[in-house]
């Protein structure tokens, strides 16, 4: 690899240095966590667990599928009441679970969604200061960290029968924002401090759910989102669209996820995943794509997960696939069998994922993947696990759609 590849891609790292080494050990700030790529930097999470190993419960009001993030032992994230009418943004104690507050962040009449969505899918994120949250036609909203409204946006009607669930990410002074929708489609970021607009772009008009990431590409920032048509990505500054990866069959659900100086995109209906590096300009195909590999095992909604040089690939009906990440070869294939629709985790060389019934599968991945513990948490029948699993210190939070649980004991 020459020098010009490997500094096609920057680490996040480098881009989110603000955060220091420490505060990623005890704070998952947003989606995916502090670098946006499902690492967690905790070597002292469990990996095996049952009811008797639950620290606390919570009930949670209304319904809602956005993953917890955390802030210094807060607990934030996002619910729907009266059947999505009143959307509401909620803090509670890391150490007890209790609700610290509840406030209101948006009323009115709902918008359809997907017997599959909530009215509250799109996870917060916060910058140590304010927590910011997006509700689809329930807006956009900033919230001190004790809970006072700094500021709304209305972004619009999101029309369409199957409802938003992309998070919003914080790059500098910028929050971002996928917009995708039937109705209208774009790019927003907004000034994080007021919430006036900084840049609007528009993109391909069709429903959408993936949360953009940020990297930096031949000496420049680029935000990366994946898409129905394929992955664009846009300057941070002004949201200049930069380039373009054609796609597979549409939909683009799982976010991108990087490894080493390449890009990995699932499509999300039955069809070809794709690697390719940063940077360039238009169609990218030709000159930046690195590999592409058929999946025809089913939908993919959970976003794909690197360990080292292995690629994982869940499909919502419980087979994952395990890949050379360097080159696309499938290396091996797991029925773990389940549901699955919550994006994984990684942490201390392991892969956590929840099942929507509620079953955590911790999974070691090789040329074998290796089923390491299958743990439960008591749990009513409907409760439903769409939201991805936060580590909390030593601890993890897993999210079915009404009960927040703390499994694990604090060190």
């Known amino acids: 690899m020459n020098e010009v590849s490997r500094r096609s891609l920057v680490p996040l790292v480098i881009l989110l240095c603000s955060i220091s080494a420490a505060m990623a050990e005890t704070s998952w700030p947003r989606w995916r966590g502090p670098l946006g790529t499902g690492h967690a930097a905790a070597t002292t999470l469990p990996v095996k667990w049952d009811q008797d190993d639950v620290a606390w419960s919570t009930p949670l009001p209304g319904r809602g599928q956005s993953s917890p993030i955390v802030w210094k ?7 729907a009441e009266n059947e999505g009418r009143e959307r509401v943004v909620i803090c509670l104690d890391g150490a007890t679970g209790k609700v610290r507050w509840k406030k209101p962040a948006w009323s009115g009449e709902p918008e359809p969604i997907h017997k599959m969505n909530s009215h509250a899918s799109a996870t917060c994120v916060t910058d140590g200061e304010h927590v910011y949250a997006f509700f689809g036609k329930g807006g956009l909203h900033c919230f001190t960290l004790t809970g006072d409204k700094v500021w709304s946006r209305n972004l619009g009607d999101f029309a369409g029968p199957w409802g938003t669930a992309a998070s919003p990410i914080l790059v500098d002074d910028l929050l971002i924002q996928n917009c995708d929708a039937d109705d209208a489609a774009f790019l927003l970021a907004v000034d994080k401090h007021t919430g006036k607009d900084k840049w609007r772009t528009s ?3 069709a429903r959408g759910w993936s949360t953009p990431i940020l990297v930096e590409a031949e000496g420049r920032k680029e935000i990366v989102v ?5 992955v664009h990505a846009y300057a941070v500054a002004n949201g200049e669209e930069l380039w373009f990866c054609k796609g597979d069959r549409g ?4 976010t991108v996820t990087p490894y080493k100086d ?3 995109a699932v499509s999300g209906r039955p069809g070809d995943m794709f690697a390719f590096r940063g940077g360039g300009s238009g169609q990218v195909n030709a000159t930046h794509e690195v590999w592409r590999t058929a999946r025809r095992s089913g939908r993919d909604l959970p976003s794909p997960i690197v360990v080292g040089d292995h690629l994982f690939v869940m499909n919502m009906k419980g087979v994952g696939t395990c890949y050379d990440a360097g080159q696309g070869t499938a290396l091996d294939v797991a029925r773990i069998g389940g549901n699955f629709t919550a994006s994984p985790i990684a942490a201390n060389g392991l892969v956590y994922i929840p099942s929507e019934s509620g079953e955590t599968v911790v999974l070691r991945l090789g040329n074998k993947v ?3 513990a299958r743990n439960r948490v008591s749990s009513n029948d409907d409760e439903i696990f769409r939201a991805s699993v936060t580590p909390l210190g ?3 939070l897993i999210r079915s759609d009404r009960t927040l649980y703390c499994v694990g004991s604090p060190q």
């Open 73 to 79: 032992g807060n607990i934030f994230l996002t619910a």
């Open 203 to 205: 993109r391909f008009k």
């Open 226 to 230: 994946n898409g129905e048509p394929g």
């Open 251 to 254: 939909r683009g659900t799982p």
């Open 262 to 264: 390449i890009l990995i």
């Open 370 to 372: 290796e089923v390491v």
């Open 394 to 396: 030593s601890q993890l």
